[in-house]
């Protein structure tokens, strides 16, 4: 990475550039430390221009919810295509995906939480890649959900990711991963040989693909879920077209069914919320975030009082109405009733990948019939977003649900903790991009990302 332009996130902590996330109660903060992946990058050699924009706090999917403005779509649609004005780039990482589709940088770093890489990745035509939970460092990055977060990875191209994950493929097998690695100071941090045993679990089946540049024998499947009624018809004709070549190039792809997605969006938003209630907490005036003085009139001897103003004035309506929910769903009340059947339905949606996905989870001990696992699939491949990225206008006037439904294709893999890359397959009627995801099983991300190489030149020669 010598020489080369990353941007950052500005919810990764860097000691040179204020650490805002979006939010005006961190507006003038500057940490005193790097995040471990940035001082990884640092010691690559590689140049940090700057912090890019996001959604307050990571909580969006249109990047409107930001002290700074919203983010722009830096793509430029065909001369024949009769859409314009100003669309969405998609959120929480908005301004990261804007950055490098732009050619403003060479990778962005982005974070990752409920579809907040790959969802900007899609609406602006490049590749996001979200790697299995806990194998790249979240140490000095500002929480949001904890068992959900995820350092991402935006770039052009997948080969340009897989640069910045881990080691270059004409590397030395002794030189060490860039992001890739382990960290003591990260409790959420893989250990070491539980990402050896899943490397090597994938290592043939990276190496053959790596070689053949064709997929014989790779099994892909396709969820029969991922497909609800809002899907726009464009993005089913592009994704349809796409596995048609990739069974020209040698893939068994085959239906497979996910039972429990129905319920994943309901159940992320309530684990989601009850985590960033719990996070946000520290935002008081006092120890940490921009404080604002209460009023003469306000009796002081009330913390909550005293708090109050400045969480009022320091957090934006999505951050606020997202603590509400959380506070809510951890109450006595509703504890039962939300947060632990939110936990439950999380079981269910891992449980579903673990019985369609052919190779054994490294994280548990093998419990599937060897048969069953003889039939399962390597990958699973679908479209990343129900539809090209919709225009600022249209994308602040959703009703709130419409906004969470954006998210409904790629918050199922969020609660299951795995690896999955969107990647650029064409342009929808209107012109604008148009994005697949690939998911494999936890650690197998190089593999995952061998195939996102495959994936994205058989779209390129399509298009030609």
Not at 206 to 231: C, S
Not at 370 to 385: C, E, H, N, Q
Request: proline letters at 5%; aromatic letters at 6%.
């Amino acid at each position: 990475l010598s020489g080369r332009s990353v941007a950052v996130k500005d919810t990764i902590c860097t000691k040179d550039m204020k650490t805002t996330c979006s939010s005006a109660m961190l507006k003038e903060f500057q940490s005193p430390f790097d995040a471990t992946v940035v001082s990884i990058l640092r010691q690559q050699d590689a140049m940090l221009i700057g912090k890019t924009n996001c959604d307050e706090f990571g909580m969006g999917s249109h990047n409107l919810h930001s002290v700074h403005g919203p983010v722009v779509n830096p793509h430029v649609p065909p001369l024949t295509s009769v859409a314009s004005g100003k669309r969405s780039a998609g959120g929480s990482s908005g301004g990261s995906a804007a950055a490098v589709a732009a050619g403003l940088c060479y990778a962005a770093l982005s974070t990752d939480t409920g579809g907040s890489t790959r969802l900007p990745a899609a609406y602006c035509g490049v590749a996001g890649f979200k790697p299995s939970y806990g194998l790249i460092s979240r140490w000095g990055v500002v929480s949001f959900a904890d068992s959900l977060d995820c350092v991402g990875i935006l770039a052009r191209h997948s080969s340009e990711v897989k640069n910045v994950f881990g080691k270059h493929a004409t590397a030395h097998p002794l030189q060490p991963d860039v992001l890739n690695l382990y960290d003591p100071k990260d409790p959420t941090s893989a250990p070491t040989e539980v990402r050896n045993a899943a490397k090597q679990d994938s290592m043939s089946f990276r190496d053959a693909v790596r070689n053949r540049q064709r997929l014989d024998g790779v099994r892909i499947g396709i969820p029969e879920e991922y497909f609800p009624k809002e899907l726009e018809p464009s993005s089913l004709t592009t994704f349809k077209g796409l596995v048609q070549r990739l069974r020209t190039s040698g893939a068994q792809v085959s239906r497979v069914s996910l039972p429990n997605t129905r319920y994943a969006l309901s159940a992320y938003y309530v684990i989601a919320s009850a985590e960033a209630s719990s996070n946000l907490a520290r935002y008081t005036g006092v120890h940490y975030g921009t404080r604002v003085p209460a009023s003469h009139s306000v009796d002081k001897k009330k913390t909550s009082n005293v708090y109050s103003h400045t969480r009022s004035r320091g957090f934006g309506h999505e951050v606020q109405k997202r603590i509400l929910l959380g506070t809510y769903a951890l109450s006595a009340d509703a504890f039962d009733n939300y947060f632990l059947q939110a936990q439950q339905i999380r079981k269910l949606v891992r449980d579903d990948f673990e019985r369609v996905l052919r190779h054994p989870s490294a994280l548990s001990s093998p419990s599937k019939d060897a048969t069953l696992r003889r039939s399962g699939v390597d990958f699973i491949l679908y479209p990343t977003a129900i539809g090209s990225a919709p225009s600022l206008d249209e994308a602040k006037n959703m009703s709130e649900l419409e906004v969470y439904l954006q998210d409904v294709l790629t918050v199922p893999t969020s609660l299951a903790g795995l690896p999955t890359l969107s990647v650029p397959i064409g342009l929808g009627d209107d012109g604008w991009p148009l994005g697949a995801s690939l998911t494999g099983q936890w650690g197998h991300d190089e593999s995952v990302l061998e195939l996102g190489d495959i994936v994205e030149r058989v779209s390129r020669e399509s298009a030609l």
